[in-house]
């Protein structure tokens, strides 16, 4: 009789966790398959609704909080208040990840990426006094993880940024950025649920290269 | 054990019977319009949707029996409504009334002004301030391209709305600065002595302000050093023909300390650049500025800036009462400034601020052989809570302690005369901020000062409130009442005066949407008990009283643009102003000399990528201002010249670490006037010999190279020259 109670319990556990998986890995593949401001929006809402279960994962609130932070870029219709809104949003999330987690890399490459987007909403306003910030949060990432690739990236895209805004050419960074591109499956993902984004991005980068 | 396991898989078949069910329904607001992208789901589950666009939501769970079924909407008030279910479709229609938010909240607006990086309704950035061509570094000529003020160039400095310019006062980081501005010669411009760059965050309050400010008849200057990050970092800064900076920066996880030493000497820029006076000793001064930050616990931090100057200069001036002669006229100031304050959260309700600072300033002047000098030592010490009392409602008191000590002493032919003055202010303040919503609020507040010298208590209340109109716009109001010591000087003379009065209405309307605003105010100053005397000469004066009065209306309009071009921004201001007084050694009711009726100014600033600059211009234009000519029968009749200046300034970055920095002002290179002096005497023949007032060259040239040497790569020149 025990046993069986047992039996149970550890499979409803399992049970749990395979369904907190797959509900993950269902919402990432809808979050891949986005197309508008819209649907995008719906996803984030589905994140946030499996955060609200799992009190204990970041994982469901970072992808709300990435979501809005790409909303800036892909929200043609928002004016200049309304993208500053959407990083308002993912900014809170960002806090409560760090308080939930102080110790995890990816949150902090979220948060660099957070940053350097309100940068680019007024750069040379909002520069000056938050380019300490963007560093900071890249430099932590990596104190973490050294082999985060998206912190890797994201650095490398502020060299190569300042590189060519300077007139200087982007050579010295090539290799690095071949390397980073190359290796870049190799990286060791903590699980298939953790973030993966940034090859792309580094691709498009890399293009005045060679 | 069978029975268990026979009645566990009936439940489970029974269960599996019943299927999903459907839940759906409509979310909108509190008028009955529809929300798009609500969150509706069953708490605790992964069963929800989103609402659509016509406000509709519909899903399928599995989950049976009792649940919470959950709404969530950004910016509106969550709801819980409990279900039942069993199978049967259900049906919820919610309506969301929205969510109070302090920072999303309409703020009062009316009479500030302020200069911010992240907020949205932006009005200005410290950037703007620190960067404008026509200010040369210098706050009160940013300061001057606002609407709201009039530039008085014998004097530079800040005159608001009709008020002279001991009406308006500085404080950084909440505490009062007593000399803002350097000590300079008669009818010559002076200058703040406050690096912009120090500052993140500066108010600029034209009227009707915080019960937490008080002793301005005008205005108040609030600057807030920088908050934001440091990065280890060595600057050094050469201007040609004018002297040097250095400053260093260090940083660590929770602070920073920045050093930096100056020296100028006008010399060698005098015998490049033409000259209208004549100079016995061209102007020189060196300063050091310390500014420390550091985080003390969770969530303190104590700050503390300190400012040590020395200054000295010889200007030769023709003595109009004796033709042929000329007057001799020294100064030798030393100026120490400290100022550290301490904020501190002690609860989630509760935050404390404390603060003191102290400046002890020395000018001794010599006029020919005649010494004179002038000292005060002053401190300003500060007290301040802020109490979350509920939601929307916030409380902000605290008291203040002012000390001043002057002393005055001049020897003149036979006249041997030392005087010294302690004045001593209590101060109590207490404001209410009640919101009734995201969209109206209202600030009530009082404040009460007690003067040792004077002997007299006063109450101001002060009221503002503003009113959202939609997302984007809004209206707002002030309206209060304004007490200001009589002058030191005044007072060496003098008992039985009392404080001088403003009563302040103002009312603003602002729209700013995808970086755009626009901003229209009018206001309404009435003076009464302002300083009246006689005056038989130089600062001789008599028959002390308080029954000057006066009043100063007008509009101010504000635009700024930094959409529609490209890499660009600008913002143009006019400013009318109709004002009467009758206060100092006026004879009768007339305009001062320090209002003018019209005052435009246009600020333009553009970076290239391409040329790795920041390019910037500016025009000011102000109508002619009355002077007094005591060969004219009525008081301050005569009409200066208008003023206008057109001015431009380039910021290259040639390397990494080097940007290479030109301005130019009065390119136009018109021939300012600012009236007349005279001499204190008539002639045989009964006439005032005079001397126009001129600036100290027509045009002024700036010719920089800044060097940046950081530890980061990423921190370069890259950020300063934006």
Known sequence: ?210 | MKKWIVASLIIVIQYSVFGQTLVRGTVTDVKGEPLFGANVYIENTYDGTSSNADGKYEFKTDEKGDQNLKIEYLGYKPIKAFVHLNGQPVEFHFELEEQFSELNAVVITAGSFEASDRKRAIELSSVDIATTAGAMGDIVGAINTLPGTTPVGESGRLYVRGGSSEETKTFIDGLLVSQPYHSAAPNLSTRGRFNPFLFSGTIFNTGGYSAEYGQALSSVLLLNTINEKQKDELNLSFLLGLGADFAGTKSWESGSITASGNYFNMKPYMTLVKQNQEWSKPAEFYSQETSFKQKTGKSGIFKLYSNVNQSRFGLLQNDLDQPGQKINYELKNSNYFLNTSWTNALSEKWMLFAGASTTLNSDEIRINVNPLSEKLHAAHLKLGFDYQLAEKINLHFGTDYFHEGYTYSIVYDTLNFRQHLNNDLYVGFAEANIYTSNKLVFRIGGRAEYSTFLSKYNFSPRFSSAYKIDDYSQVSFAYGWFFQSPQNFDLLFEDGLTFQRADHFVLNYQKSINKRMFRAEVFYKDYSHLIKYKEDGYRNRSNYSNKGYGDAYGLDVFFRDAKTIKNGHFWISYSYLETERDFRNYPYLTTPEFASKHNFSIVYKHFSEKLRSMIGGDFSYSSPRNYNDPNQEAFNASKMKAYYSLNVSWAYLWKDQVIIYAAVNNVLGRNQEYGYRFSTQPDEDGIYAREPIVPQSRRFYLLGVFFTFSKDKAKNQLDKIN
Not at chain 1, 70 to 87: G, H, M, P, R
Not at chain 1, 176 to 203: C, I, T
Request: hydrophobic letters at 40%; one cysteine or more; glycine letters at 4%.
């Open chain 1, 1 to 210: 009789m025990l046993s069986i109670t047992v039996l149970l319990i550890g499979i409803s556990a399992y049970a749990d966790n395979t369904a907190y998986h797959s509900k993950m890995k269902q919402t990432l593949d809808e979050m891949a398959k986005c197309r508008t401001a819209e649907d995008f929006k719906k996803v984030a809402n589905s994140f946030d609704r499996i955060a609200q279960k799992e009190s204990g994962e970041w994982l469901p609130i970072y992808f709300s909080a990435d979501i809005k932070i790409l909303l800036v870029y892909l929200d043609s219709a928002a004016n200049f208040e309304q993208k500053d809104q959407y990083l308002d949003q993912a900014e809170d999330l960002i806090n409560k990840m760090e308080e939930m987690d102080p110790d995890e890399s990816e949150i902090q490459a979220l948060k660099a990426f957070m940053i350097i987007s309100r940068i680019g909403l007024d750069p040379v306003n909002r520069g000056q006094g938050m380019i300490g910030d963007y560093n900071a949060a890249i430099t932590k990432s990596l104190e973490l993880n050294p082999e985060n690739p998206r912190a890797m990236y994201m650095q490398l895209s502020s060299q190569v940024g300042e590189a060519q805004w300077f007139g200087k050419s982007i050579d010295s960074f090539c290799p690095k950025m071949k390397e980073l591109y190359e290796n870049w499956d190799s990286y060791p993902v903590a699980s298939d649920l953790h973030p993966q984004w940034g090859k792309e991005q580094l691709w498009q980068i890399m293009q005045p290269c060679n």
